[in-house]
C-alpha cells in the first residue's frame, strides 16, 4: 500500500509465494502522481515479474498490486492472468 518503502521482501514473497501459485503472475501500479494504472500480465517466471517491478522504480508513495495465480479452472496463459481490464481506456505497453 502507499506509504510501504519498497524492500528485498516484496521479491522474496514474490519467489515463495510462486512456488505454488505457479500458473501465471499479474501486476499492477498506480503512481501516486497519476490516476493511470500501470498493468501487465502473464510473467511465469517469479524473476521475470521481479525484474519488471524493479524497473518500475516504484516509489514509497505509489501502490502496487501483485497476483500471483494458482489456477482452479481455465487455460493457463496470459489471458487468464489477473489483472483484468475494466475500462473503455486501455493502452497495451
Same mark, same amino acid.
Given at each position: 500500500?502507499?506509504?510501504?518503502? *519498497? @524492500?528485498?521482501?516484496? &521479491?522474496?514473497?514474490?519467489? @515463495?509465494?510462486?512456488?505454488?501459485?505457479? !500458473?501465471?503472475?499479474?501486476?499492477?501500479?498506480?503512481?501516486? !502522481?497519476? !490516476?493511470?494504472?500501470? *498493468?501487465?500480465?502473464? =510473467?511465469?517466471?517469479?524473476?521475470?515479474?521481479? =525484474?519488471?517491478? &524493479? !524497473?518500475?522504480?516504484?516509489q514509497?508513495?505509489?501502490?502496487?498490486?501483485?497476483?500471483?495465480? *494458482?489456477?482452479?479452472?481455465?487455460?493457463?496463459?496470459?489471458?487468464n492472468? @489477473?489483472? =483484468?481490464?475494466?475500462?473503455?481506456? &486501455?493502452?497495451?505497453?
Amino acid at each position: 500500500k502507499a506509504g510501504t518503502p *519498497m @524492500h528485498n521482501d516484496l &521479491y522474496e514473497s514474490i519467489i @515463495h509465494s510462486s512456488k505454488s501459485n505457479s !500458473d501465471g503472475i499479474g501486476i499492477g501500479v498506480k503512481r501516486a !502522481d497519476s !490516476d493511470t494504472i500501470i *498493468m501487465k500480465k502473464g =510473467f511465469f517466471r517469479a524473476v521475470d515479474a521481479i =525484474f519488471f517491478i &524493479y !524497473d518500475l522504480n516504484i516509489q514509497t508513495d505509489d501502490e502496487i498490486t501483485v497476483h500471483l495465480r *494458482m489456477s482452479t479452472s481455465g487455460l493457463v496463459n496470459v489471458n487468464n492472468c @489477473h489483472p =483484468f481490464v475494466c475500462s473503455d481506456e &486501455y493502452y497495451r505497453i
